[in-house]
């Protein structure tokens, strides 16, 4: 019998860091884990290096709000080097924890913190390898000998007990390349580092736009502090034309980073195991989203803020939503991002939390990993009515940016418009992009773009775009799909028309989700309903349907306990 057992870890990024400490944090010395990693870098993977990020972007998160590493931001910070701190203009004697970082800093840390890594797993014995410029192109599961071969750069093949796909973010290109001025992302950002002299389309309002807009407005002006401290934008002369117009289906701006009462998302409070079990066995098998709203986010208030809490107490979610919704639509959008920013820097100085807020990021948090066991029906609900509002209260957008669009609005060369469910974007075959839809007051547009950029953030992907055909043509990977609790609200989407909606033939109906199916362990689930006890997906792209919402470093440090836990029960 071999004294090993081999495991994989597909990707060298964030996920792939949490991943590895938790193998570490074993002290197990009866497994070999080989790291396979596309590019030259450990722990930065897409956001914090290159490929996401230049020297202008900066994180959502502060030092105490990242989970525990080898060592904090605090006392790495002292190690580096004063030419780099110099770059970002870091005192290190006045860094401290609640500060946001430089994106690409970040990731110089989460690399420092890999390798701090890699010298724990030596001193322990735990055996481990790493491979470089290694893009995984494909893997295939081998039931009969109970192995997974992965595919490296479309040509080595290697042998494994069992791999865990980490290979992160991943941005489909549908017609950049073909479409001049035309952006699928903008990532990397060196691509939008050019001057124009006309307005720029952006779609979407959320980090990913704000991305776009730090890095076009550096490259079309300059940025400068007047008499009173705040902060200015001028055009370049060559660039007089340049203007940013967001496009947003509510219109809404992203809500402002503050004080974070609990630095962390899982605050303990949140349903248990047991009472999600239960709630399931009393429902059919699902999970009432009801429940979640009530024990997730309403009864957090019932002692912290019972004034809020008496306000709230008999709304249901789609009550709540429209209330907080008709609150933030009735003050014009640079406006509120002007009072919310107001309200931050009061929450920060004062370290108060707005507590509504933190607790929507809780429920969020909280609910994304039971989201599997929801209806058709609740999940239908989730994504037309609380996502939309989730996804512009906990974008966290930084201090910085905040006052960077504040003054490209007052400059007037940064405007959002709002735009219906049924916008969309035709391409130009000669360059740039058409932006169809139809305003508040039902007219029509049909606005002509030279330059477009896609900025909705990472988008779910389907099945038919998981990556790895030897997976998904065997079969061994599956569509991710909740069925109905009531067939006739199915038959009745079904009939409509809704694509998303199939019949099973027995007289039930299911929704497709994006991505693939998992189990509570992270495990890839086949057409059968039987999970795979080798392969294990933490690759966020592909598991959006039954993960709907991407909390980052939090999200990747809950994954990998519940992959490691169940590695080591078997």
């Not at 079990?277 to 059919?284: A, F, G, V």
């Not at 998981?466 to 065997?474: A, C, H, M, Q, R």
């Amino acid at each position: 019998m071999r004294n090993k057992n081999n495991v994989a870890i597909l990707g060298g990024g964030p996920s792939a860091l949490f991943m590895f400490k938790r193998f570490v944090d074993t002290k197990r010395t009866d497994l070999k884990v080989t790291i396979f990693e596309k590019n030259n870098v450990l722990g930065a993977g897409m956001p914090y290096s290159a490929q996401g990020s230049n020297d202008e972007h900066v994180t959502n998160v502060s030092g105490n709000e990242i989970p525990d590493m080898v060592t904090s931001i605090n006392e790495w910070i002292k190690t580096v080097s004063k030419d780099t701190l110099d770059k970002y203009h870091i005192d290190p004697k006045k860094f401290n924890e609640y500060k946001v970082l430089p994106r690409l800093l970040f990731g110089q840390y989460l690399t420092a913190q890999f390798g701090l890594l890699q010298k724990k797993a030596k001193d322990q014995v735990l055996e481990f390898e790493i491979k470089y410029n290694s893009e995984v192109t494909d893997i295939t599961d081998n039931p009969d000998k109970e192995n997974v071969i992965v595919e490296i750069n479309h040509e080595a093949k290697h042998e494994f007990d069992l791999v865990i796909i980490c290979t992160g973010h991943n941005w489909p290109k549908k017609n950049e390349g073909t479409v001049p001025g035309y952006f699928d992302s903008p990532y990397p950002p060196v691509k939008l580092a050019f001057k124009t002299n006309n307005p720029v389309a952006v779609r979407g309002s959320s980090l990913t736009a704000i991305d776009a807009i730090r890095t076009l407005s550096r490259h079309n002006g300059t940025y400068t502090k007047d008499d009173a401290g705040l902060l200015t934008y001028n055009v370049l002369d060559e660039s007089k034309g340049f203007k940013i117009v967001m496009h947003s289906r509510n219109g809404l701006l992203p809500a402002v980073r503050f004080h974070l009462e609990d630095s962390h998302l899982a605050t303990g409070a949140e349903l248990t195991p047991d009472e999600i079990k239960l709630n399931r066995e009393e429902n059919n098998g699902f999970l009432s989203l009801d429940l979640v709203f009530e024990k997730d986010f309403k009864l957090a208030f019932k002692e912290k803020q019972p004034g809020f809490y008496e306000r709230i107490k008999n709304m249901r979610m789609e009550d709540f939503v429209t209330d907080i919704m008709n609150q933030r639509e009735s003050v014009a959008p640079f406006q509120l991002l002007k009072n919310e920013y107001k309200e931050a820097e009061s929450s920060i100085e004062q370290r108060q939390s707005v507590y509504w807020k933190e607790m929507l990021g809780v429920l969020s948090f909280a609910m994304n990993y039971p989201a599997k066991y929801f209806s058709a029906e609740d999940m239908m609900r989730l994504q037309k009515t609380l996502m939309p509002l989730i996804s512009v209260v906990i974008a966290y957008a930084p201090q910085s940016s905040v006052e960077e669009m504040m003054a490209l609005h007052q400059a007037g060369v940064l405007d959002i418009v709002t735009v219906g469910d049924d916008s969309y974007v035709e391409p130009v075959e000669g360059g740039g992009a058409i932006y169809h839809y139809t305003d508040e007051d039902c007219k029509e547009h049909a606005d002509v773009y030279k330059t477009y950029v896609d900025c909705v953030g990472q988008p779910h992907l389907s099945f038919n775009e998981f990556p790895y055909k030897g997976l998904s043509e065997n079969r061994t990977v599956t569509t991710a799909k909740l069925w109905f609790k009531e067939p006739e609200n199915g038959q009745r989407e079904f009939e409509n028309g809704n694509e998303k909606v199939k019949a099973d033939g027995k007289g039930g109906y299911y929704l497709i989700v994006p991505g693939i199916a998992i189990n509570d362990s992270f495990q890839a689930v086949d057409d059968y309903g039987a999970f795979n006890e080798r392969i294990y997906v933490m690759a966020v792209p592909y598991i959006g349907g039954y993960n709907p919402d991407y909390s980052g470093l939090d999200f990747c440090q809950e994954a990998s306990g519940h992959i490691i836990n169940t590695i080591l029960s078997n």
